[in-house]
């Protein structure tokens, strides 16, 4: 049974610093790996989609690795800024079933100026 | 950039009651999910539709739920008689082919408040 755990549940930097949230998964037989940003009490916005093929994504200041072997996800946020306050969730596949996603509890960060 | 939109963004309603949350995923998609959350918990799979049927449903998507297209762009999720612990928000999500492929694009949700 797959399951998702992420690390730390809460993050609180000053603005400007690099930081690193990181997700781990007990089933490594993965197709992908989705990190998304929810903002308090509104959607889940995709930040990056990481194919199982791949070792990592950038989009902007967001860099996704994904080493499944070992079963984990990083997500590397660089120059933080307060705008990038928010919970970040991520989520893999259901092992066994293509269209259903298991999402870790995510982090809680807060980007102080 | 294409979006998904769920109506309303928040229904309140009483203990009993039957609600509709709709959901008009990207045009072009042709799997639709629906997920919770309930406040302070993960985000859950609910449910996934596909070719005009169910394909997959969690434990928690019993009888008191159901889904439908009633056209070629809405997707809805009802709920027959509302409890309590049904209050949570509600992800509407879609993707143009299997998600666990292509990823997902998830509503800005529906928030239950069943009182």
């Known amino acids: 049974k797959q399951e998702v755990t992420q690390i730390p549940a809460a993050l609180s930097v000053p603005e400007g610093e690099n930081l690193v949230l990181n997700c781990s998964f007990t089933?490594?037989?993965?197709?992908?790996l989705q990190w998304f940003r929810q903002d308090p009490g509104k959607g889940l916005t995709s930040l990056l989609l990481?194919?199982?093929?791949?070792r990592e994504q950038t989009s902007g200041r967001l860099n996704a690795s994904l080493d499944k072997s070992s079963g984990r996800s990083t997500l590397y946020i660089a120059a933080s800024q307060p705008g990038d306050s928010a919970t970040y969730l991520c989520?893999?596949?259901?092992?066994?079933?293509?269209?259903?996603?298991?999402f870790g509890a995510g982090t809680r960060l807060a980007v102080h100026p | 950039e294409p979006e998904v939109t769920q109506t309303p963004s928040h229904q309140v309603t009483q203990m009993g009651q039957e609600v509709i949350l709709r959901c008009v995923p990207i045009?072009?998609?042709?799997?639709f999910y629906w997920y919770r959350q309930i406040l302070g918990q993960k985000v859950e799979f609910l449910v996934s539709?596909?070719?005009?049927?169910?394909?997959?449903k969690s434990e928690i998507f019993d009888d008191q739920f159901s889904v439908e297209r009633p056209d070629g762009s809405n997707f809805t999720l009802k709920i027959r008689s509302t409890k309590l612990e049904d209050s949570a928000m509600y992800f509407c999500?879609?993707?143009?082919?299997?998600?666990?492929?292509?990823?997902?694009?998830f509503g800005s949700g529906t928030r239950l408040t069943v009182v």
């Open positions: 999500a879609s993707s143009e082919k299997t998600g666990a492929l292509y990823g997902y694009t």
């Open positions: 089933d490594s037989a993965i197709y992908n």
């Open positions: 990481i194919q199982s093929s791949q």
């Open positions: 989520a893999v596949p259901f092992s066994g079933g293509y269209n259903k996603l298991i």
């Open positions: 045009s072009n998609h042709l799997y």
């Open positions: 539709f596909y070719n005009n049927e169910i394909s997959e």
